[in-house]
Structure formats: structure tokens, C-alpha cells
């Protein structure tokens, strides 16, 4: 259920009457009509959307924002401000104020219908998004892996890590982390997207460093080795010189022991999919957590690649290695 609030000073509530109607027959939106004087009591409740309709307000529009922006944990609501004014001044300043829409009154019922549910799709698809790397998450990823499954579709998943990143992170910090999350994302993104890669290749981020690749190009393996090769270019900055020279970190367990931790580095576990080896997408997950496992058993960055065409080839846990 996605609630838009309406600040409205109308007694009549005319909007608030106009907005219900045109959104009558989307089931899952409610409006909630909010009267100026109660937004810190109202806004403990977060809406999806805020609609301010700037005509019948009691004080300056300016005062209703920092209002808002005051309440708790409101400082990413959408805000729509209607508005009556003809001075394009007028409007800018507004839109200065994170405001991400404003439309003049009177405003067109289609108009404003569209308005709305457009938004409420670019916010249905942030929320599926990484807020650090900018890609598609694990909601995306299982809906892109399960429709080319269902379409026969022929493509390489490549399930891509870091290794030894909690020895970083525990020896700089989460913030330098979250820097060489940033770094392997472009790194990814920059290789599998190459000019002449197919358009239908994606790239989403299931979490911490852990990503995922669907790329339909047969030069996989090339991708591949272009991402370790920059990635161990790039890396080395992230790390202080004296580390670089020794070859490790030092890092203290949790008994106080300092022990050494090898320089991060990357894996890429990839595997052939089609319909003829997998059924559904735990299988693929299944599979691809056992090739990953595998790159990353092998020192420095490295790639392991399932060819396997069909379900009668096993991985044998017990020997490490893929047989019929």
C-alpha cells in the first residue's frame, strides 16, 4: 500500500476529493488528507509520496519544507508542490528546495494521475536498488535470471566477490571499504557494458562485495580476465605503502593475535546457463556458489568457469572438481 499525503488548507478539500477519484482505481494507493497544522504529529508515519497544494496554505511554503525536513526520517519523501504562480522565479526557488515535481494549477486530471504513478515506480525501482553502487539488487537479479531461464535464453552468470575484504575493512575502515565496493562496481559495469557488448548484459549487486554479471556475449572469459587485470591495477592505491611493499595485512583476532591477511583481490566463479541444466534459479544459485567456491580456494584474483551443458555432469564436493 503506497500512502501520498495532501497538505491542503481547502475546508471544501476539494483536491483531496479530486485526487481520491482519479486514483479510485489504483487499489494499493491511499490519499491522506493533512492538515498544515499537524504535520510534526502526522509525519511520524513516513508516506510514499507528499502532494502540497501551495494555493490554500496558511503560512509561506518555505516554513511547510523545513517542517517536513524537521520531522523525523522524512528528509527522502518525493514532495509535489501545485501551484498557482505564473513567475518562473517563483518556481525555481521552489524546486531549490528538493522538490522533485512541480505542476501549475489547474492541473489536468491525466496530467496529474501519471504524475503520481510514474513516481511511484521510480520509487518502487530505487528500492530495489543498492544505495552505494547504484545497481539493481537481489529482487532484479532473481527476475532477470528467472525470465531468461523461462525464454531459453543462453547466457554466462558470473558470481564475482572479493577476498579477504573483512581484513580491510577490520585494518581501514568501513568508509575505505565502501570505496573498493564503489571501485568493482565501475570496474564490472565498465567491462561488461564495453562497446560492442550486447545491450542485454546486466550487472546487479547482491550486497556487501558481492556481485553478479548475466552476460550474453560469448567472449566471457575475456571480460573476465579485463576485470581482474584492472581491478589488481586499481586496488593498490586503497592500500598504504608499507603494506603494499610487505605483501599482507597485519591484522589483530579477536584474542589479540595479530595475524597476517593476504592484499584483497577478486574471484569470478561463472557458469554456462540454460534450460537444459537447470530447472530454476536455486539450482543456478546452487551451482554458481560451488564455482565461486572454487576461485576463490585458488591464491591472488582468479576465474573459474562451469562449461557443463546438462544436469547428468556433478560437482564433487569431496575432490573439488567437476566430473560426468
Excluded at 16 to 32: G, R
Excluded at 184 to 195: G, R, W
Excluded at 203 to 210: A, K, Q, T
Aim: proline letters at 2%.
Amino acid at each position: 500500500m503506497k500512502k501520498i499525503y495532501l497538505l491542503d488548507g481547502d475546508k471544501e478539500q476539494k483536491l483531496y476529493n479530486k485526487l481520491k477519484d482519479i486514483m479510485k482505481k489504483e487499489q494499493n494507493v491511499e490519499i491522506v488528507n493533512i492538515n498544515t497544522k499537524a504535520i510534526k504529529d502526522k509525519f511520524k508515519t513516513m508516506p510514499d509520496i507528499c502532494i502540497i497544494n501551495e494555493e490554500n496554505l496558511s503560512c509561506n511554503i518555505k516554513v511547510i519544507f523545513q517542517q517536513i525536513k524537521e520531522a523525523q526520517q522524512n528528509n527522502n519523501i518525493p514532495l509535489i508542490v501545485l501551484t498557482t504562480e505564473e513567475d518562473e522565479e517563483h518556481i525555481v526557488e521552489i524546486l531549490k528546495n528538493d522538490v522533485e515535481i512541480c505542476l501549475k494549477k489547474p492541473s489536468n486530471c491525466e496530467i496529474l494521475y501519471y504524475t503520481i504513478m510514474n513516481l511511484i515506480k521510480l520509487l518502487n525501482r530505487n528500492r530495489t536498488v543498492s544505495p552505494l553502487t547504484g545497481l539493481p539488487g537481489n529482487n532484479q537479479i532473481q527476475i532477470e535470471m528467472k525470465e531468461r531461464l523461462e525464454n531459453g535464453e543462453k547466457y554466462a552468470l558470473m558470481y564475482i566477490d572479493l577476498d579477504n575484504f573483512k581484513a580491510y575493512n577490520d585494518t581501514y575502515g568501513f568508509s575505505n571499504g565502501d570505496e573498493i565496493i564503489k571501485l568493482t562496481a565501475n570496474i564490472i559495469t565498465k567491462k561488461v557494458f564495453k562497446k560492442g557488448n550486447s545491450s542485454r548484459n546486466f550487472v546487479g549487486h547482491i550486497g556487501g562485495d558481492d556481485f553478479v554479471a548475466l552476460v550474453e556475449d560469448d567472449n566471457y572469459e575475456k571480460i573476465c580476465q579485463d576485470i581482474i587485470a584492472e581491478f589488481d591495477k586499481r586496488i593498490v592505491k586503497y592500500f598504504t605503502k608499507e603494506d603494499i611493499e610487505r605483501g599482507y595485512l597485519e591484522v589483530e583476532n579477536r584474542k589479540g593475535i595479530v595475524e597476517p591477511f593476504p592484499l584483497t583481490t577478486i574471484s569470478i566463479g561463472v557458469l554456462e546457463v540454460t534450460n537444459k541444466r537447470f530447472k530454476n534459479t536455486l539450482e543456478i544459485g546452487e551451482a554458481g556458489a560451488a564455482v565461486k567456491h572454487l576461485a576463490k580456494t585458488i591464491w591472488g584474483s582468479t576465474y573459474v568457469i562451469d562449461r557443463r551443458k546438462n544436469r547428468e555432469e556433478i560437482y564433487d564436493k569431496a575432490k573439488n572438481k567437476i566430473v560426468k
